[in-house]
């Protein structure tokens, strides 16, 4: 199956940053989405982009399906958008693996 | 609200035990997967049902088993119930087999003391 890297694994900022979270996929991927895991453990669907780049408020995605990585950018953050980041991809070859997660990036911001 | 529903939403069992998971997916999807959180592993595929039958199987142990009824709700079956078990186990939606967004529901916290 497909490798999954995200960068940075932790990340401390305050109110107020602006932040880019950044997915590797090591082959090529047909359904690439962002989710947000909040404090309480929800996975908030974020964005559907296997490729291009698409904007909802203060967040906004990039998927550069041909180089094999996505962005999460996040402006303006807000105490509320702490929590976990996961990407995942499947792999446009099929297979078996259904929606593959990276680690995620643990996100903290400080009033 | 992602509209994909998950009870119980907590279960405390005794190892040996086993356990059923429910899920009813968003209306409209025939795509069912099962994923396991667990602090080491992460977020782990189990498997995918896709309009009643079995169409990716990701690393689900033996004891564990799942299946699709008619009406597309979906159940995972845990069984020998380890302490090892223990974890946030989710079920997603989509519409279609492949290439459509997965739906995430709340998860079902499992601990196995």
């Known amino acids: 199956g497909i490798q999954v890297e995200q960068s940075p694994p932790d990340l401390i900022l305050q109110e107020g940053a602006n932040s880019t979270l950044r997915c590797n996929f090591s082959d090529s991927v047909n359904n690439l989405q962002w989710f947000h895991q909040n404090p309480w453990g929800q996975l908030i669907n974020l964005f559907y982009i296997p490729s291009g780049t698409k904007q909802n408020g203060r967040l906004s995605a990039t998927t550069v399906a041909t180089e094999r990585y996505s962005l999460l950018y996040i402006s303006s953050s807000q105490t509320t958008d702490s929590g976990v980041y996961f990407c995942a991809g499947w792999y446009s070859g099929g297979g078996a693996d259904g929606l593959t997660f990276g680690k995620g990036t643990h996100l903290i911001i400080q009033p | 609200d992602s509209g994909v529903t998950q009870t119980p939403k907590h279960l405390i069992t005794a190892t040996g035990q086993r356990v059923t998971l429910r899920c009813s997916p968003r209306?409209?999807?025939?795509?069912v997967y099962w994923y396991q959180q667990s602090l080491d592993q992460g977020l782990q595929f189990l498997i995918q049902?896709?309009?009643?039958?079995?169409?990716a199987k990701g690393n689900i142990l033996e004891r564990f088993s799942a299946q699709q009824f008619p009406d597309l709700h979906s159940e995972l079956n845990l069984s020998s119930l380890e302490l090892g078990d223990s974890a946030l186990y989710f079920c997603a939606s989509s519409v279609r087999r492949t290439g459509s967004p997965l739906h995430f529901g709340n998860g079902t916290r499992l601990t196995v003391t």
């Open positions: 049902y896709y309009n009643g039958e079995e169409r």
């Open positions: 209306s409209g999807d025939l795509s």
